[in-house]
């Protein structure tokens, strides 16, 4: 089993992330004046995979403290919860696999 937590920038953490979380602080991000804004969901099973969402819908993500996978979130992301799903889902699983060198 792994636990999820989302900490947004701009308020407190959440935890049991769902993805109608990941979808609403995509959509709060977005809204955003001209302010950096970023948020960070963390999967933790044995390691913990960060993955950190930035306004311009950049994605890094990191596992076990490394940087492993630079991604742009596409629009079908945004505009499909099942689609939101399968882009985190795969970004962590890559994440494990690989190291942006």
């Given at each position: 089993?792994?636990?999820?937590?989302?900490?947004?920038?701009?308020s407190n953490a959440l935890h049991d992330v769902?993805?109608?979380?990941?979808?609403?602080?995509?959509?709060?991000?977005?809204?955003?004046?001209?302010?950096?804004?970023?948020?960070?969901?963390?999967?933790?099973?044995?390691?913990?995979?960060?993955?950190?969402?930035?306004?311009?819908?950049?994605?890094?993500?990191?596992?076990?403290?490394?940087?492993?996978?630079?991604?742009?979130?596409?629009?079908?992301?945004?505009e499909s919860p099942k689609n939101t799903m399968?882009?985190?889902?795969?970004?962590?699983?890559?994440?494990?696999?690989?190291?942006?060198?």
């Open positions: 089993m792994y636990e999820t937590n989302l900490q947004k920038a701009w769902t993805m109608a979380d990941i979808r609403k602080a995509i959509a709060e991000i977005q809204r955003m004046g001209e302010d950096h804004g970023a948020f960070w969901i963390g999967i933790v099973e044995d390691e913990e995979t960060i993955l950190e969402a930035h306004k311009d819908l950049t994605l890094i993500a990191f596992f076990a403290g490394r940087p492993c996978l630079f991604a742009i979130i596409p629009a079908s992301v945004i399968r882009f985190f889902a795969l970004s962590s699983m890559l994440c494990s696999t690989q190291e942006i060198r």
